[in-house]
């Protein structure tokens, strides 16, 4: 699913108030109906040997993930491999977590894929006020892989030095 469907309205801020907390998968602090990212498959999948090739990374640098996933039900099926982003940095109004990354997969019955993602640092970039700009702040950031925001399989942590 491409939004977040709650479970209530009641779970809704406010129509007239314009502030960004409680709406969309990236403020939602609440349990939804469905989950951004959410989908539905006859098969199902295992995520396996999650790994970052370096856990310390510059503001140029590429965060490379390697992964194993293997389609353990009887039918064929696509998997949709979501990245997320959060960070230690947060303050308030800022976004629980955000989707960096996604890969649509296809899978035989029975079938394993080694994975290899790269995603520039850059995309953990967060708007800033002060500066009027989109910013990557140094310190740590966790990483989840899942197939929605909130079906995550594993979590890598993630330090950004600062130069």
């Given at each position: 699913?491409?939004?977040?469907?709650?479970?209530?309205?009641?779970?809704?801020?406010?129509?007239?108030?314009?502030?960004?907390?409680?709406?969309?998968?990236?403020?939602?602090?609440?349990?939804?109906?469905?989950?951004?990212?959410?989908?539905?498959?006859?098969?199902?999948?295992?995520?396996?040997?999650?790994?970052?090739?370096?856990?310390?990374?510059?503001?140029?640098?590429?965060?490379?993930?390697?992964?194993?996933?293997?389609?353990?039900?009887?039918?064929?099926?696509?998997?949709?491999?979501q990245?997320?982003?959060?960070?230690?940095?947060?303050?308030?109004?800022?976004?629980?977590?955000?989707?960096?990354?996604?890969?649509?997969?296809?899978?035989?019955?029975?079938?394993?894929?080694?994975?290899?993602?790269?995603?520039?640092?850059?995309d953990?970039?967060?708007?800033?006020?002060?500066?009027?700009?989109?910013v990557?702040?140094?310190?740590?950031?966790?990483?989840?892989?899942?197939?929605?925001?909130?079906?995550?399989?594993?979590?890598?942590?993630?330090?950004?030095?600062?130069?």
């Amino acid at each position: 699913l491409p939004v977040t469907y709650y479970k209530s309205v009641d779970d809704l801020p406010p129509f007239r108030d314009y502030d960004m907390e409680g709406r969309t998968y990236k403020y939602f602090r609440g349990e939804p109906l469905f989950p951004f990212g959410f989908g539905l498959s006859y098969t199902t999948f295992k995520y396996k040997n999650l790994s970052l090739i370096n856990n310390e990374l510059s503001p140029e640098g590429t965060i490379q993930i390697k992964m194993e996933i293997e389609n353990t039900g009887k039918m064929d099926g696509d998997e949709v491999l979501q990245v997320y982003v959060r960070s230690e940095n947060t303050g308030k109004g800022d976004a629980n977590k955000k989707l960096i990354a996604f890969k649509r997969l296809h899978f035989e019955s029975g079938e394993s894929k080694n994975i290899d993602l790269d995603i520039p640092v850059s995309d953990l970039a967060a708007y800033d006020n002060k500066s009027g700009d989109f910013v990557t702040l140094p310190g740590n950031y966790i990483l989840e892989i899942g197939t929605s925001s909130k079906d995550i399989r594993a979590s890598l942590e993630l330090k950004l030095k600062v130069e």
